[in-house]
T-cell receptor, first 111, second 111 residues
C-alpha cells in the first residue's frame, strides 16, 4: 500500500530563515504529489502539485517543491520564511481517487 | 467564487445523540469526501462518493454513515456519537486526478 512519510514533525525557524520540509512516498509507479497547508483555524489549501513534466514545481506564496523520482521524495522549500507561514503542512500522494496524507509538519516562525 | 461549504461550523451534541453534518459544493465535482481530523493529526478519510457510488474505508466505524442525495450535497450522519468522535470533520471535493478542495470544516463537540 502507498504511504507518505514526513520526518519533520515540528520545525521552529526565525523569519528570513530558509525552509525545507521532507516528504517521502512509497510507490514506484506514476505519482501525483501534493503539498497542502493548514493555517491556524483555517481550512486545508493547496500549496502546489506535481503531475508530470518539470520536477521543480512552483506554488503559491513563494513555495516550491522538487520531485526526485530516484529518492521517492517531494520536499517543500522556501528560501525565506515569514511569520505568516506558521501553519501545519501536509504532503499527500494520490491513490486512484483518494489522497494518502503524511502525518504533517508543524512549522512555527518567530519574528 | 466556487467553493465547498460546510454547515454548521460548530456543532455540540450529547453523548449518544445523533447528529448530521452537511456539505455542499458549487464546483460540480463528481467526487465528495468526508474526513475526520483530530488535533495536530492528518485528515483521516472516512468515506467518499464517486458520483453515486459509495466507498467506505475499511476502518470507518459503523457509527458513521453518509448520504449524497445529489451532486451538490453530501451529509455525514453520526448515529451515536461517543467522546472519541469529537473532532473536526472536513468535506472535500475533486474531479480526479486533480487536487481536492476542502471546506472549512465542522468542529464537533460531544458532551
Amino acid at each position: 500500500a502507498q504511504s507518505v512519510s514526513q520526518h519533520n514533525h515540528h520545525v521552529i525557524l526565525s523569519e528570513a530563515a530558509s525552509l525545507e520540509l521532507g516528504c517521502n512516498y512509497s510507490y514506484g509507479g506514476t505519482v501525483n504529489l501534493f503539498w497542502y497547508v493548514q493555517y491556524p483555524g483555517q481550512h486545508l489549501q493547496l500549496l502546489l502539485k506535481y503531475f508530470s513534466g518539470d520536477p521543480l514545481v512552483k506554488g503559491i506564496k513563494g513555495f516550491e517543491a522538487e520531485f526526485i523520482k530516484s529518492k521517492f521524495s517531494f520536499n517543500l522549500r522556501k528560501p525565506s520564511v515569514q511569520w505568516s507561514d506558521t501553519a501545519e503542512y501536509f504532503c499527500a500522494v494520490r491513490n486512484t481517487d483518494k489522497l494518502i496524507f503524511g502525518t504533517g509538519t508543524r512549522l512555527q516562525v518567530f519574528p | 467564487d466556487a467553493m465547498v461549504i460546510q454547515n454548521p461550523r460548530y456543532q455540540v451534541t450529547q453523548f449518544g445523540k445523533p447528529v448530521t453534518l452537511s456539505c455542499s459544493q458549487t464546483l460540480n465535482h463528481n467526487v465528495m469526501y468526508w474526513y475526520q481530523q483530530k488535533s495536530s493529526q492528518a485528515p483521516k478519510l472516512l468515506f467518499h462518493y464517486y458520483d453515486k457510488d459509495f466507498n467506505n474505508e475499511a476502518d470507518t466505524p459503523d457509527n458513521f454513515q453518509s448520504r449524497r442525495p445529489n451532486t451538490s450535497f453530501c451529509f455525514l450522519d453520526i448515529r451515536s456519537p461517543g467522546l472519541g468522535d469529537a473532532a473536526m470533520y472536513l468535506c472535500a471535493t475533486s474531479s480526479p486526478p486533480n487536487e481536492q478542495f476542502f471546506g472549512p470544516g465542522t468542529r464537533l463537540t460531544v458532551l
